[in-house]
């Protein structure tokens, strides 16, 4: 028990005054600070624990009870500080990896480069090629091609950036919708390079283009969720998901050899960060905001 006890200076109680509850309080310090209050006054008071482990009481003196009740609202209301609500970082990954679809695009493509082994004319009728998709309508092409590989290690290198980014992305918006804007995004890069090859022949094979669009989703998703944040930030800091996603870009998908995609690789990214950046945006309208209190009142 805390008292907080002062012989009245204004006024004398009568013998046997009793004590009457004033109020409630979660810690001894605000406890105190009311009562501190009513001692201004000049009237007595004292604060004792509450039934609760966590919560106190204030009581005071019965005869001054109008006027400590309407003093205690006036410091009650002059008292008041604006709570500010700090916005709480989401839980990054809110959903499962999905690996099992991993497992299934994984000997997806394993067994496709062995039919193509067995079978070469595969390349010539399912690349992603301009003349075919445009020139001959052939619009299966964009898509059929991110299956095709040249050479186990082709294969090896989409395979293994393929997981990482697709678990990634999975984690982060949810598995079907994941894996349906990796395959999209990376079927529209194809797309896009053929439109501005064309009418060159232009032939491109691998996963390498959806890997990229991975990337690019996250990229973009990052961005989403940084602006998502009430604070002022440095341009350098909203943007530092992209920039890294262009790091990893010039990096892993760069033409370090004479045969590499870089068109389909750049605008198999710049797919995936539009989309990413969309479906952020979407998805952060329909998140609740977790938040926490600088003060209390």
Not at 30 to 57: F, P, W
Not at 92 to 111: D, P, R
Not at 159 to 188: E, K, P, Q
Not at 255 to 284: E, M
Request: net charge negative; hydrophobic share 45%.
């Amino acid at each position: 028990m805390s008292d907080l006890k002062q012989n009245p200076q204004t006024e004398t109680p009568p013998e046997n005054e009793e004590w009457v509850h004033v109020g409630n309080y979660p810690n001894l310090e605000q406890a105190n600070d009311h009562g501190l209050v009513i001692l201004a006054m000049g009237e007595a008071c004292r604060v004792t624990e509450g039934g609760k482990s966590d919560e106190y009481v204030l009581e005071a003196e019965l005869h001054p009870m109008e006027r400590v009740s309407a003093e205690l609202d006036a410091y009650g209301k002059d008292s008041k500080i604006p709570i500010r609500k700090k916005r709480q970082p989401d839980d990054k990954f809110q959903h499962t990896s999905g690996w099992w679809v991993c497992v299934f695009w994984v000997l997806a493509l394993m067994a496709i480069y062995i039919w193509q082994c067995d079978d070469p004319s595969l390349v010539e009728k399912a690349a992603s090629s301009s003349l075919g998709l445009i020139g001959g309508g052939e619009w299966w092409r964009p898509f059929t091609g991110l299956f095709l590989h040249a050479n186990v290690g082709h294969l090896v290198g989409n395979l293994v950036g393929g997981v990482i980014f697709a678990i990634l992305v999975a984690r982060t918006m949810g598995v079907l919708l994941g894996w349906s804007l990796i395959l999209a995004c990376g079927t529209l890069g194809n797309v896009i390079t053929s439109l501005i090859t064309y009418p060159d022949s232009f032939v491109s094979l691998g996963a390498s283009t959806a890997v990229f669009a991975a990337l690019g989703i996250l990229s973009g998703h990052g961005v989403a969720e940084t602006l998502r944040e009430n604070e002022p930030l440095p341009w350098l800091r909203i943007f530092a998901p992209v920039l890294a996603g262009v790091i990893m870009l010039g990096w892993l998908g760069g033409g370090h050899d004479p045969n590499t995609d870089v068109l389909g690789h750049v605008f198999g990214f710049g797919s995936g960060l539009v989309a990413g950046s969309l479906v952020g945006v979407l998805q952060g309208k329909h998140r609740p905001i977790k938040t926490t209190d600088d003060s209390f009142t």
